[in-house]
């Protein structure tokens, strides 16, 4: 009779089969549907955490079911390591993520970014050159400014919207540059304006608009703004993912345990 331990194991490993076939599908799907470098970059790691749950998923039914110890072995080890690096991932998350927030602007709905405010691994992470082309281009192909821009707001309405961090950013010059509102995404400079002035995105600001503020600081500040949020939900998730493999691990050393000690106990030859 199949221990209790053995027959858990293999029901949690079973959905975890069912995630690894719907982690496979969507990297084919992105594979089909991809037509920008920004999807391509989901692509691969969708498709490698698919075959690793489908590798583990497949190593824990046969070590459970098929009572196989030393599958069952290798599949604890692999599970062990996933869980430290799960931990030491949600424990980076957490504190590169630590610091920074927007900062209120007077008479204004929306938020503005510093660069300076953030971690400086996320600092030198958007200011290699290589590495902003690709977010830049990312900005460009999903039309965040376009799509502000087609608003066609009056100034008093734009000054109380609720912009996102990459949209205060990116689509428009800070507020301290004191530009003239023509629109969302166009914005005049003043009569006699100084190029020396301190904040130098007011000089980079642009109204072409492939070009906006995507170069500026203010930009990259919100772009990690962005960032921040979505890897606090990330850490989120992966707290309660961690108790999940905490929870499959321990049903697998029972499972474990349970294989040698029936391996232990052979059936007793026909004979005696």
């Known amino acids: 009779m199949a221990r209790c331990s053995n027959g858990l194991l293999g029901l949690l490993n079973a959905c975890v089969l069912v995630l690894a076939v719907v982690a496979l599908g969507g990297g084919a799907w992105l594979s089909h549907r991809a037509s920008t470098d920004c999807e391509r970059f989901l692509e691969r790691p969708v498709i490698a955490l698919g075959v690793l749950l489908l590798a583990l998923s497949l190593a824990g039914l046969a070590g459970a079911l098929c009572r196989a110890t030393c599958l069952l072995w290798l599949y604890l080890l692999a599970l062990f390591l996933l869980i430290v690096l799960l931990f030491a991932f949600t ?5 590169v993520t630590n610091r920074g927030a927007g900062w209120v602007v007077s008479g204004r709905g929306y938020k503005e970014y510093r660069l300076g405010d953030y971690s400086t691994w996320l600092q030198r992470r958007v200011e290699n050159a290589e590495n902003w082309a690709k977010i830049r281009s990312c900005l460009q192909d999903g039309k965040v400014c376009q799509k502000l821009g087609e608003r066609k707001e009056t100034v008093t309405q734009f000054v109380n919207s609720n912009l996102s961090p990459i949209q205060s950013g990116c689509c428009k010059p800070p507020t301290g540059c004191n530009f003239a509102y023509q629109s969302e995404t166009v914005w005049i400079k003043p009569t006699g304006f100084n190029t020396t002035t301190d904040d130098p995105d007011c000089t980079t ?3 072409d608009q492939t070009a906006l503020c995507y170069d500026c600081m203010a930009c990259k500040a919100g772009v990690l703004a962005n960032l921040k949020n979505d890897w606090k939900k990330i850490a989120t998730v992966n707290i309660v993912f961690l108790i999940f493999l ?7 050393c029972c499972a474990f345990r349970n294989n040698r000690q029936d391996n232990s106990y052979p059936t007793r030859p026909a004979w005696k």
């Open 205 to 207: 600001w642009s109204n």
């Open 91 to 95: 424990i980076f998350a957490f504190v």
């Open 246 to 252: 905490i929870v499959v691990y321990s049903v697998g």
